[in-house]
């Protein structure tokens, strides 16, 4: 879906019945961020996907896997196992991982001056990404909610999986913003 211009400005559908124009972008996409992904899970968030998977009946074999780190485990294709092929939506979109909240921006963890980096996919990955960036108020609005998601995701892992996580190159970003690293985040990944 292409957005409207109006006297050179860029405009997005409104958000109608529970869709959004980041849905009506994403479900036009051939590339889905729902393959060979793996967002990283805390053990909160693996108790309220647990949660929401129960009490919405949502029938998941396997629901996560562990590596360096736990993440949603995924199908022989790669596919997260909470992506519905048929609907090409995510099966518990309104509690999934902070990473998939935050996407299409993302995160790494500058140890040297102890700053957390946020990142936007470029639009050649993620057209979604190129949209939001034109719209500066839909924009500094999703960055903000993905600050959040993202303090709250980093603050809540271990030392050992976000070494893990950060190691994860993903060179079709930019930098668009830092923040300094939570006080209690930089004790607990021992920097001085």
Do not use: W
Not at 71 to 79: G, K, M, N, Q
């Amino acid at each position: 879906m292409n957005p409207t211009s109006k006297k050179g400005e860029t405009t997005l559908p409104e958000d109608k019945k529970g869709k959004t124009y980041s849905f009506d972008v994403c479900s036009q996409c051939k590339v889905y961020c729902c393959q060979d992904a793996k967002p990283p899970l805390t053990e909160t968030r693996k108790k309220i996907i647990k949660q929401y998977v129960n009490e919405q009946k949502i029938k998941v074999d396997q629901p996560f896997a562990r590596e360096n780190y736990s993440y949603p485990a995924v199908d022989a294709l790669l596919y997260c196992n909470f992506f519905n092929k048929e609907t090409k939506k995510c099966s518990v979109h309104s509690v999934k991982p902070e990473t998939c909240v935050s996407g299409p921006i993302t995160f790494d963890i500058n140890f040297k001056t102890k700053k957390i980096e946020y990142f936007l996919k470029k639009s050649e990955i993620c057209a979604f990404a190129g949209v939001l960036y034109t719209d500066k108020a839909a924009f500094k609005t999703h960055l903000e909610e993905a600050k959040k998601q993202l303090i709250q995701l980093v603050c809540q892992l271990d030392a050992k999986e976000l070494h893990a996580i950060v190691k994860i190159d993903e060179p079709q970003t930019f930098k668009v913003d830092e923040d300094d690293l939570p006080i209690d985040l930089v004790k607990k990944l021992g920097l001085k």
